[in-house]
Nanobody
């Protein structure tokens, strides 16, 4: 299984970014997929999750600003991040449990004030 995350970058506060995570080697359509993030000196935290049926869940800190989605035909998950804040600065990881816990390599998001 491989998870390839992309789309990170540097933006000013209030800006937007869209992260993508493409999966291979797994039956993507049946797998709940997650976005996590880890800021310097902090523990990794769950940002958003989407089930195989499309149900979503968000951390309180990102509700109303971030949107998780998936395209099963492309084996790809997305995280649309709007109204970004400096506290959103972190390395973002995609994750999905398929036979074992699988992680992408992480993509850096930096938000400046």
């Amino acid at each position: 299984v491989q998870l390839q995350a992309s789309g990170g970058g540097s933006v000013q506060a209030g800006g937007s970014l869209r992260l993508s995570c493409t999966a291979s080697g797994m039956t993507f359509k049946i797998t709940t997929m997650n976005w996590y993030r880890q800021a310097p000196g902090k523990e990794r935290e769950l940002v958003a999750a989407i089930t195989s049926g499309g149900s979503t869940n968000y951390a309180d800190s990102v509700k109303g600003r971030f949107t998780i989605s998936r395209d099963n035909a492309r084996n790809t998950m997305y995280l649309q991040m709007n109204s970004l804040k400096p506290e959103d600065t972190a390395v973002y990881y995609c994750n999905g449990y398929y036979r074992r816990d699988n992680w992408g390599q992480g993509t850096q998001v930096t938000v400046s004030s």
